[in-house]
């Protein structure tokens, strides 16, 4: 099986489209589909049913796709061992988290950790979709939650809590609620539509301290983005449940009824099995463990 073809076939399977390959592969159209062409005839079956709006793969096509999955990660695993035979962690190092996490708490901590590595050249990707990792070969996932998946190692790093916030000036205007009941007072800024939340219960603000016979508050702003949430607080529209990592540093906000704490949930670092023992990865496990030692929520 000619090796170019195989490769052109998996990128374009990959990126589930000529065009979309063409980016990463920089070769034009009539090339790739004389590959194609040439690899299906070789093969003597069809890979990919033609549509006008695009290709999908055949039940040939899929096996071939997962069993060219497998050797491309393989190699992938080989290229960043030889590469981190050097005693000096060195390398590209990708990362996935949520985009919360990573704007809020990861990113101000990215200048320590390439000031200490500066030989690991870094990507970060933030995603609320926890697949990204899985489809783009991120090496290091800050997931909330423990990974389903069989062939990825998980750690547990963090528990996250959540307490209620507004802003000095909202406390100033509305006043500070001294109960639970209190909160139906307020303007309560929510959760909206969007990802799945790692909180088995997003707005609990809702329903804290309400009777069984009674109905749960109603936001009075929903936001589909925890950012969104905090940049909401911020500005005095409300108050709102946020954990308490991205109210760490922000002095004009004020924790209200500080007794009350609301859902938690667990953080874990997930990578790849076949990256068991990298100098890199663990140049990163043991930063991101000192940053976390240092929490004080």
């Given at each position: 099986m000619d090796w170019d073809r195989l490769k052109t076939f998996y990128h374009v399977?990959?990126?589930?489209?000529?065009s979309r390959a063409m980016d990463t592969i920089h070769l034009s159209q009539s090339a790739i589909t004389r590959?194609?062409?040439?690899?299906e005839h070789s093969l003597k079956t069809k890979l990919f049913k033609r549509h006008t709006k695009g290709i999908t793969l055949t039940e040939q096509g899929?096996?071939?796709?997962?069993?060219?999955?497998?050797?491309f990660a393989d190699l992938n695993s080989i290229e960043k061992k030889i590469v981190e035979y050097k005693s000096v962690p060195t390398g590209n190092l990708s990362i996935n988290t949520t985009v919360a996490f990573g704007s809020m708490w990861?990113?101000?901590?990215?200048n320590e950790f390439i000031h200490e590595y500066p030989e690991i050249n870094l990507k970060l990707n933030y995603s609320e979709d926890e697949q990204d990792m899985l489809r783009q070969d991120y090496d290091i996932g800050l997931w909330m939650r423990k990974p389903r998946h069989l062939d990825l190692v998980s750690k547990h790093i963090a528990t996250i809590k959540y307490h209620i916030y507004g802003s000095a000036n909202y406390i100033n205007e509305m006043g500070m609620p001294l109960r639970r009941s209190e909160l139906n007072s307020h303007r309560l800024i929510t959760y909206g539509i969007g990802k799945p939340s790692p909180l088995s219960d997003t707005n609990w603000i809702l329903k804290?301290?309400?009777?069984k016979n009674q109905k749960n508050r109603r936001p009075h702003i929903t936001i589909n983005n925890l950012y969104g949430l905090l940049v909401a607080v911020e500005t005095g529209a409300g108050l709102a449940a946020l954990p308490d990592y991205m109210a760490q540093h922000k002095a004009h906000?004020?924790?209200?009824?500080?007794d009350i704490e609301g859902p938690s949930y667990d953080v874990h670092m997930v990578y790849h099995e076949?990256?068991?023992?990298s100098l890199k990865l663990i140049a990163f496990r043991d930063f991101l463990m000192n940053k976390i030692s240092q929490w004080r929520f």
């Open positions: 399977a990959t990126a589930g489209s000529i590959q194609i062409q040439s690899l899929s096996y071939l796709f997962e069993e060219t999955e497998k050797i990861l990113s101000p901590r990215i804290t301290g309400v009777k906000l004020v924790k209200v009824l500080p076949n990256l068991k023992g």
